[in-house]
């Protein structure tokens, strides 16, 4: 006799708790990297990078930041809507949304921590790192969209 399947992408919560463990794992990745960066900066000495790369860099990683969470809003806009029933997101939906938002996020502060260490002070660079931390923070996984929902234009 087979074992029963456990589908968790089925229920609200269970779309809301696993989106909830890959938000934490991908902010404790970031975390970690902050004190990587935070280590090698007490343990260098001179820079062997222009200051002109490292400008281009910094410009890049803004760049990015936008790009990434323009991104990741839009597409998780449209993949809620993609996904929309009545007057909700199916959990599917949830999680497919909130997932690429939250890896697009990764992708521009982890570029911005490569940035910052390169530069090797927590100057100017560390902004675009934090800043796409903060993007993360604020959208935790509560499952708002997968609950009934009235428009409501007043």
């Known amino acids: 006799?087979?074992?029963?399947?456990?589908?968790?992408?089925e229920s609200p919560d269970g779309a809301k708790f696993i989106t909830r463990l890959i938000w934490i794992a991908m902010l404790m990745g970031q975390v970690s990297l902050m004190f990587v960066v935070l280590a090698s900066q007490e343990s260098t000495s001179q820079t062997a990078i222009p200051l002109a790369n490292i400008w281009n860099l910094f410009i890049a990683s803004w760049v990015t930041l936008v790009i990434c969470?323009?991104?990741g809003l839009f597409a998780r806009n449209q993949m809620y809507k993609r996904h929309w029933v009545d007057?909700?997101?199916?959990?599917?939906?949830?999680?497919?949304?909130?997932?690429?938002?939250?890896?697009l996020c990764e992708v521009a502060s982890l570029f911005g921590w490569v940035v910052v260490?390169?530069?090797?002070?927590?100057?100017?660079?560390?902004?675009?790192?934090?800043?796409?931390?903060?993007?993360?923070?604020?959208?935790?996984p509560n499952g708002r969209a997968m609950q009934d929902q009235e428009l409501h234009l007043s």
């Open 1 to 9: 006799m087979a074992a029963p399947q456990i589908k968790p992408l």
């Open 69 to 71: 969470v323009g991104g």
């Open 87 to 103: 007057k909700a997101v199916t959990p599917v939906g949830y999680f497919q949304g909130n997932l690429i938002l939250l890896a």
């Open 117 to 140: 260490m390169m530069h090797e002070t927590f100057g100017w660079p560390v902004w675009v790192p934090v800043l796409a931390m903060a993007v993360q923070i604020l959208n935790f």
